[in-house]
């Protein structure tokens, strides 16, 4: 019977544990934190975004991270088979808004207690608050691994640990430092999917509000980087919200390239050319002459952003219709469509949904995703250089790697 040990009961280790029991391993799950999947229970603000109904090819197109890295560990578990396994231990699924898979009940809890209960019916041990120190290598090959309560001898191993972010659900790093200690390089640990610090501190008047339908654009070096049409918010220290997140990927690969003054632009009305919103405005304006700025913009923005945009147009809020001029609405309508701010930085990586850079992809063999230093060494999940836009997709790619290294350690040779 092959042992085989994985570090880290995350997402990654939960399907590591299940899929090397299913094939009749002897397997050890050891988990620092007091309970399993703590991560996993925050996923999708709860409901656990488990992955997506996408056809299985484009989640390397939403994997900026490394998605090619992927494609073999994507094509071995994919995303019919994660809902095919959840409904098969009874965790029906649904398919929601950009095919966004989540359990029916709408409780990450419930992904997470299934693992738990099929690990355990398959007879997997589970070592909780035991934290892995140190591996144990002998001539190339994995031995054991040391914690803080003892040693255990395997067979194989498989590092699933997670990235840095979000540290009080475990995921604090460790598993860079065991890959270091024999021999694996780390690529540049940086925030992905993060919300932005801005510059302008006027974002703090409008904190809370949640703007749907709009377009953000990345610009830098005189050129848009990204653009992402959906949902943002804005909070005391910057912005956020899903396109946000999603476009903070480039931002924060700019910033690694030493790429200064970026910009974000926000265009509150992307589907309206500037001349179709120009003839509404002026239709607005035209039946409400007497009337104040501030309230005729009722009918097209949200009342708090009002006094945002009159300040960034700069036009007196209370001037009355018939008193603006042309040079002033069009400025109106510019600022609407690009609504300008400066990245000062991305938040802390301990607040990034995912963490970008890890063990280097070169060296981990994409079919089996087994170190190409340590025979009988395995990586699954975040702890690689790998990371989606949100969607499902990180979860997949932590399900997809786990489940190719758990076959992989529990079929390959014994060392
Ligand atoms: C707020 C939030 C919401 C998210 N929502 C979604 C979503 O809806 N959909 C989606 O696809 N992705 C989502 N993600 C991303 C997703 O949760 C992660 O990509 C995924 O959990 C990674 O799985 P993992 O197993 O690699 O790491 P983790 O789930 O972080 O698990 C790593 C585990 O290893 C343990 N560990 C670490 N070091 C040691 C050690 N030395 N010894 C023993 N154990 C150790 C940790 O305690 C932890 O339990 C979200 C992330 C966050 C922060």
């Known amino acids: 019977m092959k042992k085989i040990i994985v570090i880290g009961g995350g997402a990654a280790g939960l399907m590591a544990g299940v899929r090397a029991a299913q094939l009749g391993a002897s397997v050890r799950i050891i988990e620092k934190m007091k309970m399993v999947g703590l991560k996993m229970g925050i996923t999708g603000k709860g409901r656990c975004n488990v992955t997506n109904a996408a056809p299985i090819e484009d989640f390397i197109k939403q994997t900026p991270g490394n998605g090619k890295f992927l494609y073999s560990a994507y094509q071995q578990w994919t995303n019919e088979d994660v809902i095919q396994m959840l409904h098969s231990w009874n965790v029906p699924t649904k398919v929601e808004r950009g095919g ?28 909780l608050e035991e934290s892995v120190t140190d591996l144990i290598v002998q001539d190339g090959h994995i031995q054991g691994v040391v914690t803080n309560k003892g040693k255990y001898t395997c067979d194989a191993a498989i ?17 860079y430092e065991l890959a270091k200690t024999v021999g694996h390089s780390i690529v540049e640990l940086r925030p992905s999917l993060i919300p932005l610090e801005t510059k302008e501190s006027w974002v703090k008047d409008i904190m809370g509000l949640s703007l749907k339908n709009v377009e953000v654009s990345i610009i830098a070096k005189n050129k848009v980087q990204t653009k992402q049409f959906g949902e943002m918010l804005f909070a005391h220290f910057g912005v956020t919200g899903p396109i946000v997140l999603s476009a903070s990927h480039t931002v924060t690969k700019l910033l690694k390239k030493k790429v200064e003054s970026i910009e974000i632009s926000i265009n509150l009305k992307p ?27 009722k009918g097209l923005l949200p009342t708090k952003l009002i006094p945002v945009i009159c300040q960034l147009a700069k036009i007196e809020g209370t001037k009355a219709i018939h008193d603006i001029t042309k040079e002033e609405r069009l400025r109106l ?73 758990a076959t992989h350690a529990a079929e390959g040779d014994i060392a």
């Open 159 to 175: 590092i699933a640990t997670g990235g840095m972010s979000y540290p009080l659900t475990g995921s604090s790093g460790d598993g």
């Open 271 to 297: 589907a309206l050319t500037r001349e179709v919103l120009d003839k509404r405005v002026q239709r607005d304006f035209s039946e409400a002459q007497n009337k104040q700025l501030v309230n005729v913009l």
């Open 333 to 405: 309508v510019d600022t609407m469509q690009d609504m300008r701010l400066s990245v000062h930085r991305p938040r802390p990586i301990a607040e990034a949904i995912v963490t970008a850079g890890g063990i280097s992809v070169k060296e981990v063999d994409p079919k089996t995703m087994q170190s190409k230093l340590v025979q009988g060494l395995y990586m699954a999940g975040e702890v690689l250089d790998i990371d989606a836009f949100t969607g499902g997709y990180n979860l997949q790619a932590a399900f997809s790697t786990a489940y190719v290294a």
């Open 100 to 127: 966004r898979v989540f359990p029916e009940s709408d409780k990450a809890l419930d992904v997470r207690n299934a693992f738990i209960d099929t690990y355990r019916k398959l007879g997997g041990t589970l070592h």
